[in-house]
């Protein structure tokens, strides 16, 4: 029999709305956590969603992301091939590129300010500029399909100058990529599954899941919930529930510029295989990454920024992206994401009613909400 969770902590009222006859849990109001519950009560309009959080806002990365809509620099899809199978790096691409689509059309463009204008890979060594630019044509032939045009990587040298960097000898863009507001999307996202009846509920630590056959139990800083079915969706942090084996946190750090008078910078860059990254967001400079500095200590799930990093991003700022610019941090900040050996997303019944729906990789902006879908159909 489904049970209900009754206390004394909280009135009759507030059992009967919120946490009696639940019918999904999800576990974190990320961008899957919020996809999954809207595409499920889309389909179950009569159902009662309930997203716990454990943090005021998002708690990994999905508030604290650069806002790059990308599917993958030439050198990182390099770097995939070496790893993994074709096949499955292609899939994992067209999920991407999906997931962006299903993003841009459930709030629309104006809603996430996305602006599509195109994402540059650098490159500071000229062998490795050769060999990514060997490849484009290859490349363009396996996305012709996905994107829609016949070249969707362009070797662009010529705006070097232009954008006044220093120490690059190579420029490949990708005319698909685009930059969004991470701010809006979320804040949209959270409108929306509002709207459609979904609860959600902050400050909530979800302990343990326990899969007891006619219902899932959960043991949280509230107390015991039961819901008939469960979505975990905690990508970096899902260790701490789940026995994951393949599934490791990865903190990310981050700064932004004061604004820049006359900023030439315009659309978003990637460096070193995508170890780093950076973008305008109107006339200001982001700039986060360097997470292969310090494996170690960025395997984790502490918010705390790494003082070598952000000296390093710093020092990038100065030498290569801003050398002829004055500028100034205002702030700093990191996030939590989820990676593991590969770049495919978990989705998938962990028991008969449980799923998780975890491993973003680093791309949750672009695949999240492709992934948030899969998981609430792993429920039908």
């Not at 909280?10 to 919020?34: K, P, Q, R």
């Not at 993003?103 to 602006?115: N, P, S, V």
């Not at 070097?160 to 991470?182: A, C, P, R, V």
């Amino acid at each position: 029999m489904h049970k209900n969770y009754i206390t004394p902590s909280f009135s009759f009222w507030e059992n009967n709305i919120y946490f009696n006859n639940i019918d999904l849990i999800i576990v974190g109001s990320g961008i899957v956590g919020l996809s999954a519950a809207i595409s499920y009560i889309e389909k179950n309009k009569k159902a009662k969603v309930v997203v716990l959080e454990r943090g005021v806002l998002p708690h990994g990365a999905s508030t604290k992301n650069a806002g790059f809509a990308c599917f993958g620099s030439v050198s990182e899809l390099m770097a995939d091939l070496d790893t993994n199978s074709e096949d499955k790096v292609w899939a994992t691409v067209e999920m991407r590129i999906k997931g962006l689509e299903i993003l841009r059309k459930r709030l629309g463009d104006k809603q996430i300010d996305y602006k599509e204008f195109g994402g540059y890979e650098l490159f500071d060594k000229q062998n490795d500029f050769d060999k990514c630019a060997n490849s484009i044509d290859y490349f363009n032939k396996k996305l012709k399909s996905l994107t829609g045009i016949n070249n969707t990587y362009t070797i662009e040298n010529q705006k070097i100058k232009s954008f006044q960097f220093k120490q690059i000898k190579g420029l490949i863009l990708n005319k698909k990529e685009g930059q969004l507001d991470t701010g809006k999307m979320m804040n949209n996202l959270l409108k929306l599954a509002i709207s459609k009846g979904v609860f959600i509920l902050n400050n909530v630590d979800v302990l343990r899941i326990n899969d007891i056959s006619t219902s899932v139990e959960l043991e949280t800083s509230l107390g015991v919930l039961y819901s008939k079915k469960v979505i975990v969706a905690t990508n970096g942090f899902a260790s701490q529930l789940l026995q994951l084996s393949d599934v490791k946190p990865a903190r990310a750090q981050v700064l932004i510029t004061k604004p820049i008078l006359n900023l030439k910078i315009k659309g978003t860059f990637h460096f070193d295989a995508g170890y780093y990254y950076f973008r305008n967001i109107g006339n200001r400079v982001l700039l986060g990454g360097g997470r292969n500095l310090d494996f170690e200590k960025e395997t984790t799930t502490k918010f705390e920024l790494n003082g070598k990093i952000h000296a390093r991003l710093e020092l990038m700022l100065k030498k290569i992206i801003l050398p002829e610019t004055k500028f100034e941090v205002e702030h700093r900040w990191c996030g939590i994401m989820g990676v593991g050996s590969e770049k495919s997303p978990i989705v998938k019944k962990i028991s008969d009613n449980v799923v998780c729906a975890v491993r973003m990789g680093g791309m949750g902006v672009a695949i999240g909400s492709l992934v948030g879908k899969m998981a609430s159909k792993e429920l039908e």
